[in-house]
């Protein structure tokens, strides 16, 4: 990880955005984030938020890290059709924790068919937290894949969308 770091700096890249997979199961997440920033490659994750509690929490606080946290409902049934069950009371709390410790913070939502017509709700979760809402396309890969027709929105529904956004 270290070397592929060197690589960045010595390419000047300033900004990385990790995925995963859950970023958070390596056993040495932190330190290499502090490794990037020592390298002047600034870090941004994206996470489930499962393995976030207030120790987390702080350990992400005392670093210039920011946050995107993975929900892709306002409510728990629409979330965890789609994340699993219990995820949205997980994520929530994840959200909550790194809020409360001033860690810039977003909702990360997948946009589907599902999830477009609370996009105001989730926008006022974002809201009640001090965090950012942050729209994700749908893409064919992974699980989504295998239920595409089931997620993708239909095309009034990406009209919706864009009113919505402007």
Not at 15 to 29: A, D, Q, R, S, T
Not at 42 to 47: I, P, R, V
Not at 64 to 81: E, F, T
Not at 138 to 162: C, H, N, T
Request: proline share 4%; hydrophobic share 40%.
């Amino acid at each position: 990880m270290k070397k592929f770091i060197n690589d960045l700096a010595e390419m000047k890249v300033f900004y990385i955005n990790v995925g995963g997979g859950e970023p958070l199961l390596h056993p040495n997440f932190l330190e290499i984030m502090d490794y990037a920033h020592e390298k002047g490659v600034y870090a941004q994750f994206s996470t489930n938020g499962t393995l976030i509690g207030s120790k987390m929490a702080e350990e992400i606080s005392q670093r210039d890290l920011r946050v995107q946290v993975s929900l892709d409902g306002w409510v728990a049934p629409v979330n965890d059709s789609i994340r699993g069950a219990g995820t949205y009371q997980q994520a929530v709390e994840a959200i909550r924790l790194l809020c409360e410790k001033r860690v810039i913070t977003a909702l990360n939502c997948v946009v589907t068919k599902h999830t477009i017509p609370g996009l105001d709700q989730m926008l006022s979760l974002a809201n009640l937290y001090g965090a950012k809402l942050r729209l994700s396309r749908l893409r064919p890969s992974g699980r989504a894949k295998d239920i595409w027709q089931e997620l993708a929105p239909s095309r009034e529904q990406y009209s919706q969308l864009v009113l919505v956004i402007y």
